[in-house]
């Protein structure tokens, strides 16, 4: 079975800072990749997806993600967080299964 | 587009109480469903998916178990729910080749 690791369960930073919130999956064939946002008190958002193509995917709210497919990792990143961005952060994997991650808390302080 | 409707958003159960929470697809056919769970401080957990009619896996042994009588409807149960069972529970599906999930809006389940 597949897993996703989410390194970080919490990560504050400073506003306009940058942030990167890290994603492992343990299986190395083709797969799909997401990253999803929970705002709180919210159901769950697309930020952004890998499916083919180029490594480096762009999603809302100024987010990116790259696909490393040597080191199975797909890290969520942003130049400059905004205090609106707190909120959880789950990535997930599909395969012959949908799997999410633990999830990453990001609180931005202002 | 596909959409689940998921209900309800929240319940205040005591222990030892059943447990039946429904997520009802609309705008496709076929999907997988999901069951998840958000405990306190803690990230989703697949509980149970289903490929389809009558078919149903469970990843982890619990006091839960999920049925899904029709293609779009799907049925997570309990006979007595423990305090332990609180959590935030989540229908999620899945079409096609896996490209896209789509949400429902989530229970939010307090076992007293």
């Known amino acids: 079975a597949q897993s996703v690791t989410q390194l970080d369960s919490q990560v504050p930073v400073f506003e306009e800072a940058p942030v990167e919130l890290r994603c492992n999956y343990s299986s190395s064939v083709s797969v799909y990749l997401f990253w999803y946002v929970q705002y709180p008190n919210q159901g769950l958002q697309l930020l952004l997806k890998?499916?083919?193509?180029?490594?480096l995917v762009k999603g809302i709210n100024g987010f990116e993600a790259e696909f490393n497919k040597s080191q199975t990792s797909f890290h969520l990143r942003k130049p400059s967080v905004h205090i609106s961005d707190t909120a959880e952060y789950f990535c997930a994997v599909a395969s012959n299964q949908f799997y999410f991650g633990t999830g990453t808390s990001l609180t931005v302080i202002p | 587009s596909q959409t689940i409707h998921q209900w309800p958003a929240t319940l205040v159960q005591p222990v030892g109480s059943p447990l039946s929470l429904e997520c009802t697809v609309e705008?496709?056919?076929?999907?997988?469903l999901y069951w998840y769970r958000q405990a306190a401080g803690r990230g989703l957990q697949l509980l149970f998916y289903?490929?389809?009619?009558?078919?149903i896996s469970s990843e982890v042994p619990q006091n839960l178990s999920a049925s899904r009588p029709q293609d779009r409807q799907f049925i997570l149960s309990s006979k007595k729910l423990l305090l332990s069972d609180s959590g935030f529970y989540l229908c999620?599906?899945?079409?096609?080749?896996?490209?896209?999930?789509?949400f429902g809006q989530g229970t939010r389940l307090t076992v007293v």
């Open positions: 705008g496709t056919s076929n999907p997988n």
């Open positions: 890998y499916l083919s193509g180029s490594t």
């Open positions: 999620v599906g899945l079409q096609g080749r896996y490209t896209e999930a789509f």
């Open positions: 289903s490929v389809g009619i009558g078919q």
